[in-house]
């Protein structure tokens, strides 16, 4: 089960940080990922990071902002999310997979003056 948090309105330039809590499963061994949803449009890969914390990787539209991370003794995956845009408004969820098809309960970002 994952369940992301930590979402809500902030302005252009602001910051937020996720978090996403996962259960039933062996969190640590696991490579995640974070994708996004904006209003009618399809999912978007944003993030990833292996297992053991090896590698992260970045969508091109929000690498050098967003840092993705994980707490493995408490069972959770992070996203923190500085220089927010309008454009990073969307659904955020965690998933197993790149492309959502395991994702989670997500949170709502919204970036707007």
């Known amino acids: 089960q994952l369940q992301a948090s930590g979402g809500g309105w902030v302005q252009p330039g602001g910051s937020l940080r996720l978090s996403c809590a996962a259960s039933?499963?062996?969190?640590?061994?696991?490579?995640m990922y974070w994708v996004r949803q904006a209003p009618g449009k399809a999912i978007e890969w944003v993030s990833t990071i292996t297992t053991g914390d090896r590698d992260t990787y970045y969508a091109s539209s929000v690498k050098g902002r967003f840092t993705i991370s994980r707490d493995t003794a408490k069972n959770t995956l992070y996203l923190q999310m500085n220089s927010l845009k309008p454009e990073d408004t969307a659904v955020y969820y965690c998933?197993?997979?790149?492309?959502?098809?395991?994702r989670g309960q997500g949170t709502q970002v919204t970036v707007s003056s």
């Open positions: 998933a197993l997979d790149s492309i959502g098809r395991s």
């Open positions: 039933g499963f062996t969190f640590s061994i696991r490579t």
